[in-house]
């Protein structure tokens, strides 16, 4: 049985790091391979968001789309209708006191009218505020919504194509043995696998926020009854449990395409074939090499904790630097220049660990796969690594 290591690849991919970036190191060089590595991992990386979800924030919601407005005694019409409004006192007492009660009072309000005025005066109730639900989502906003929406949906279809193209153009670059690079060419080359790998990339990316939303909201759907049975406020655990449900649901989901993702492109390159053909290869390198597969996500998880712990590290030491590291993170080329070469590495470590799948995974050599299978017996086989 063959073994498939995780740690040789890794020493390896540090090797062609040092020598495709820093053996010389030519800075016109490193900037097209930076922008060509931004437009690789475009919408991948980048500053996140923590949202804390409770009763509060629906509460803050609420209030939000129904504003509630006090309007106080300002208006001379409310005024008119408060003083013209009979307010009664609520009482507990029985019937028969309330009744004797009542007696009373007429009585001495006969003998003593103004007296009864003023003891009315004084135990009348100050008038409540009346408060008006004005909806903040009028017509305008909902108009105002629609364009937002289309733009951000295009927004996020240019950005799957671009970064379909910045996967295959940064492949090309690592695997180009020559230290001439040239954007337009790459950009050339990329436009056959590249437009048929973002064909595959928009219906799997909107199928699975989809399938996403539908299966989470199912879930919520059927927990907030059942826990309102056994608490009061159910709706903060029924969201989490919902969530946590909908991602185990998913993880084989995610395997598949994540795996698509990081050896995909790969193949393509390697045998030229079109997405579909290789999603259907990928499909049958799972069901027979799960286990190195798992091997590699757990290393390379591990891989991305070590990182982002020294990064955290480096942060709080030069905290002193806070403006500067936000604008690092935030700004869309800026962090693809310092982060490059760990951006290298990433690609380069997966290029390693697919050559042990075999020849069809190794894009580092130039032949085709295919035609090798047809060569008479004998003849020597074409291809060399590419160094």
Known sequence: MKTFHVIDPFFRSIERVKGRLFRPFEPMFYLKLAFIAWLANMGQYGAGFNYKFDQENFNAIRRALTREQAVTEKSPVLQAADRNTDYQKVTFEPSGQRAQSSAQQNADANQNPSAAAADMDEDEPPPPPETVLTPTLSSVSVLLAIPILLIGTALMILILWLAS?????????????????????????????????????????????????????????????????????PVSAALALSLFLTFCLLLPVIFVLATF????????????????????????????????????????????????????IVMVLTCFLCCLWLAILYLPFLWVLLFLPLLTLKQYFTMEFAKQFGDDYNVYLRDDPAARKELPAGLPEAGTPVE
């Open 261 to 312: 993702l990081e050896f995909g492109p790969l193949l393509m390159l390697r045998r030229k074939i079109t997405v579909w053909p290789a999603f259907k290869q990928i499909l049958a390198l799972i069901f027979s090499h799960i286990l190195p597969l798992l091997k590699y996500y757990i290393f390379l998880i591990a891989l991305y904790l070590g990182v982002g712990i020294c990064l955290l």
């Open 165 to 233: 193209r910045g996967r295959f153009m940064f492949i090309s670059a690592l695997t180009d043995s020559s230290r001439e690079l040239s954007i337009a060419e790459k950009w050339r080359e990329s436009r056959a696998p590249g437009n048929s790998f973002f064909q595959w990339m928009l219906p799997a990316a909107f199928g699975t926020m989809l399938f996403t939303a539908a299966i989470g909201l199912g879930f919520f759907c059927i927990l907030n009854p059942i826990l309102g049975i056994l608490q009061t406020d």
